[in-house]
């Protein structure tokens, strides 16, 4: 295990291995620290769902503020779940971890651990840009109501308090049974903590999604290099050389035949981890793009909703289409194989290695998909069909508001 540490500390999945520690769900490390944060994060997280509930029950006759409640209800109730089902899940994602440094090892040819590192580089590099985007618009987020009551206070000095309250309160309700003009500082940093560790959460999950995708990607590109290479020198009709190259040829094709298995294997380990909370994460971002896109339409005259409200509505685009986008991403890279098999110059291999290399395209002709409930295939169509759903969703509520 120590060993396995010092691999990720010293690569370029330093990143990684921070982020996950900073949410408790690094499988190497040490459990009594894991259990700590565990029992922190559970007292804060129900503290704050059992007051979002209260407040649901006692606007329950309005049906729009009720919509007000449900956004960030549901946020809270997903980045809870994703939480259990990661630790629960914490044996798996150790499983694809060692297999990550077991590939690394694995490697035979230069050229083959400069692509999988390519694919890492662009993994780390976009990681860094995705968690950047997210975090921000979580601090925009959070942050807006403090600043609006801030500059609140300074332009209206003589405003009556109570009004001056239900201004700046913050973008979802909380009923804390407290003076809320009393309570409103410690009301702010509760739930900014809240809605920044679960920004933290889902973009360590999807992070580590990337970098999953991303290696399985690597190792794809990996074996095309070594298909389309099978043949390292030309047949120029010595008995030799022609023995030789299709000995080459024939452990390139075993080579590859193993890889292949390899990288099936890994993808399959991706979907069978993720399966469940994307299935839960479409249908729930699916809702919540037509319940926040209808609050943003009906409080693009409150500046101090306003913000938040398209901060959240960004975010959930961005991670709808970061999510669809890696899955196609897996679809993509297991086409090129076909393709790269296809070009081969089977006809001058042997009989032997003609039958391997018919396994290679007979199975990479079958779709290799990450899979939301295993009936959902995450894609640029999912996206699509997303889009288009809380598009309509959003329609109806405008038609009866």
């Known amino acids: 295990m120590r060993n396995v540490n010092e691999f990720f500390r010293e690569s370029n999945y330093n990143n990684l291995r921070i982020l996950?520690?900073?949410?408790?769900?690094?499988?190497?490390?040490?459990?009594?620290?894991?259990?700590?944060?565990?029992?922190a994060f559970t007292v804060l997280f129900v503290s704050v769902m059992i007051f979002e509930l209260v407040c649901l029950f006692k606007v329950w006759p309005d049906f729009f503020e009720v919509f007000d409640c449900l956004s960030m209800l549901f946020f809270s109730i997903t980045s809870t779940f994703k939480l259990i089902y990661t630790v629960y899940k914490l044996p798996k994602m150790k499983t694809l971890l060692l297999k990550i440094q077991e590939h690394w090892c694995s490697l035979k040819t230069d050229q083959e651990i400069k692509i999988l590192r390519s694919y890492l580089l662009f993994a780390r590099n976009l990681s860094y840009i995705y968690a950047g985007t997210i975090v921000g618009h979580a601090v925009i987020f959070a942050l807006t109501p403090l600043i609006t009551r801030l500059f609140y206070e300074k332009s209206v000095g003589t405003i009556d308090a109570s009004n001056q309250t239900q201004e700046t309160q913050p973008t979802y309700r909380i009923n804390y049974v407290l003076d809320l003009q009393m309570r409103y500082i410690p009301l702010l940093i509760q739930c900014s903590i809240c809605e920044v560790y679960y920004t933290i959460l889902l973009t360590a999950f999807n992070v580590f999604y990337l970098a999953c995708v991303q290696h399985c990607c690597g190792l794809f590109a990996a074996l095309?290099?070594?298909?389309?290479?099978?043949?390292?020198?030309?047949?120029?009709?010595?008995?030799?050389?022609t023995t030789f190259t299709q000995n080459k040829s024939y452990s390139n094709i075993v080579y590859s035949v193993r890889k292949h298995a390899e990288a099936i294997q890994f993808a399959i380990a991706i979907e069978s981890l993720y399966r469940l909370p994307f299935f839960i994460h479409m249908i729930v971002n699916g809702s919540l793009l037509s319940i926040v896109g209808f609050q943003l339409m009906t409080n693009k005259e409150n500046i101090s909703r306003l913000l938040p409200y398209a901060s959240y509505l960004n975010a959930l685009?961005?991670?709808?289409?970061?999510?669809?986008?890696?899955?196609?991403?897996?679809?993509?890279?297991?086409?090129?194989?076909?393709e790269s098999a296809y070009k081969l110059q089977w006809y001058r291999m042997p009989?032997?290695?003609?039958?391997?290399?018919?396994?290679?395209?007979?199975?990479?002709?079958?779709p290799l998909t990450i899979t939301a409930g295993k009936f959902i295939v995450l894609s640029y169509v999912t996206f699509n069909a997303i889009m288009r759903t809380a598009f309509s969703y959003f329609t109806l509520l405008r038609s009866v508001q």
């Open 351 to 366: 009989v032997v290695s003609q039958k391997l290399l018919i396994m290679i395209m007979m199975r990479s002709k079958k």
């Open 317 to 338: 685009m961005l991670n709808t289409f970061f999510e669809n986008w890696q899955g196609q991403k897996i679809i993509d890279c297991n086409e090129k194989v076909h």
């Open 20 to 39: 996950l520690t900073i949410c408790g769900v690094w499988p190497f490390q040490a459990f009594a620290k894991r259990c700590a944060m565990y029992v």
């Open 224 to 241: 095309r290099y070594r298909l389309e290479r099978a043949f390292e020198s030309e047949d120029n009709g010595d008995d030799l050389v």
